[in-house]
């Protein structure tokens, strides 16, 4: 593995602001990437990951998965607007402050031009042969593919499609409300994490991060397996509740809440409808996820159909998983399973 | 219409707590009631609603709806643990002081032995005709029917089945968190309400109660239609974001937050599963709602195939609808379509 923070200078954004100094963390993982990037994998983070896809991705990248390093040059670089290492709320502002709920709105596109540009410095990356991510990750590798004419080869875009829709936003929206309502938040000044209101937003999210049919098989309508009873005391849980609990108590150790408003923010943004018309030759896999309740598989299927109508060789699968939405993370080697045997020698072995 | 609050005596409930002086809010439009009750409808409210059923749900009661009020009997009873006149967490407890947070977790079919006591003093009703109810109040109906063997000849359960999926009592859990996660709440002990919590809880839930393709059509991922650009701005609202923000401004005007908690559990926990052996002649008719997203109508027709295996006289209906959930209350024309035409003569006109 090597791991570098690059900087790659001013970013004028999407939203006509701009970022004077922008750091991207940056982590390389198996052979030396090939000059025509041939034998490169760029594999794009999900809302609460990092560049270290090795770590939360390791059913798909590494051995036995999909992407054998001995084989592959897997690169991860984390977003812009996160909290990994890479320019984010957390970051110094020009003022000498912390940026905190005063940086600017960002957009996929934004997040992947500080990706090209980082990848390019830090290893002279300049194209991948395939560019693969989930959710926010799929978001990316679509963005990769549609706004750079020869980026990338093969964009393999997993539970998600090229926007979001009303549910998804709303959904979003509770849980950057639930972070505004803790104290502790301070509209974003906070010296002390607001763990409370992020605790709570990660539950939201989480709501529609697994299907109906598991939150149902695992929990159905039964207390709390860590104690209580619901039946007698207002205070005390189902079961449901208790898992949703404590993802949040897992997550709040981990993620910042600023970092958690930009990045569900620049999701809500993200919609490339009406630009499907083709700009490189770039070769688009959506993947469908049964009963993901953010991105569902429908949705997910016509937007393969209407880029594959605008003249892009543009496919869809379908994974079968009952984890819903995340079951991209949740069974990795289900969906490498598929990629493998379904899309062909592209993602098997680099030419 | 007649209003009255009646008091019942003390209620054992089936947590074993129990109330010493329970108050109900009962009002009676139309006829006077039959002694035999076959001119009676027990109209069974929502989370939010209220003994006067008129006000809530007049396309369904009264001139042009389902029933007429110059044929039938209308009664509507506030819920136990509710806020419209009935005994609740804002009443006074035996010691002199609100019973706040104290007041005890209550089951549907303690809201159920409290109507039925209400009904008999406050009119003499001992049977209705008709029950029908959506949601909670759908809930409410099926317990009339399986409670008691001649409450009820016709149970109409409406966007509600004989229990509450995972799903459901995560989002109520959800909704629950973010009124504990305000400050002004005090574990219960507000003497400000607790808005911004109860407006979360109340955004959260109307996640869940409109279809997602209507959320779609009405709201897309355009700007909020008040103003402010949420691509440039994170603090700015899409459309979505702005009605539920405007659902909640209006709720937390007309609601407690404490009745919030003790209704949304007692939704949650009821469960009359393996309690399907007929106990009356009643009949049920279970209504699933298209896109209804908190009790999905696949599993309302489940339900009603269970029931009607286990004996009863059980039919299911579709009320096709792009409101989702809460299309009772936003559609009761349609519903009332449904039934006249569905249902037969018993619906029409008391014998």
Redesign the interface.
């Known amino acids: 593995m090597v791991e570098r923070d690059v900087e790659i200078g001013a970013l004028e954004l999407?939203?006509?602001?701009s970022i004077p100094r922008v750091v991207q963390r940056v982590t390389r993982y198996g052979v030396e990437p090939a000059r025509d990037g041939s034998n490169v994998v760029f594999v794009a983070h999900a809302l609460t990951g990092s560049s270290r896809v090795v770590e939360w991705w390791d059913g798909l990248v590494g051995a036995g998965g999909l992407f054998d390093l001995e084989q592959w040059c897997v690169v991860g670089v984390n977003v812009l607007g996160g909290c990994y290492g890479s320019t984010g709320p957390h970051s110094i502002a020009p003022d000498g402050r912390r940026w905190g709920?005063r940086?600017p709105?960002v957009?996929i596109a934004d997040i992947v031009e500080a990706q090209r540009r980082a990848l390019r410095d830090a290893f002279g990356i300049e194209r991948a042969a395939i560019a693969i991510g989930g959710s926010l990750g799929g978001q990316q590798c679509l963005q990769w593919a549609r706004g750079y004419d020869d980026a990338v080869e093969h964009a393999i875009v997993v539970g998600t499609y090229d926007?979001?829709?009303?549910?998804g936003?709303?959904?979003n929206?509770?849980a950057r409300?639930?972070i505004r309502?803790?104290?502790k938040f301070r509209d974003g000044w906070y010296d002390e994490p607001p763990v409370?209101?992020l605790r709570?937003a990660r539950?939201?999210a989480t709501?529609t991060y697994k299907s109906?049919a598991l939150?149902?098989r695992?929990?159905?309508?039964r207390p709390d397996r860590a104690g209580g009873d619901?039946?007698?005391?207002?205070d005390d849980?189902?079961?449901?509740?208790g898992y949703?609990a404590h993802q949040g108590d897992v997550f709040v150790t981990r993620f910042d809440a600023n970092t958690y408003?930009?990045l569900t923010?620049a999701m809500?943004?993200f919609?490339l409808r009406g630009r499907e018309r083709p700009t490189g030759r770039a070769r688009l896999t959506f993947v469908g996820i049964a009963g993901d309740q953010l991105y569902?598989p429908e949705f997910v299927w016509s937007c393969a159909a209407r880029w594959a109508e605008a003249g892009w060789d543009a496919a869809y699968r379908h994974l079968d998983s009952d984890h819903g939405h995340d079951a991209f993370l949740a069974e990795p080697e289900s969906l490498a399973a598929l990629l493998r045997d379904g899309i062909g020698a592209a993602v098997v072995a680099p030419r």
């Open positions: 999407v939203s006509g602001a709920p940086f709105v957009a926007h979001l829709r009303a549910q936003i709303a959904q929206g509770a409300e639930a309502l803790d104290p409370d209101g709570l539950a939201i709501l109906e939150f149902e695992r929990f159905g309508n619901p039946a007698r005391n207002i849980r189902f079961d449901v509740e949703l408003r930009v923010r809500d943004l919609d569902p």
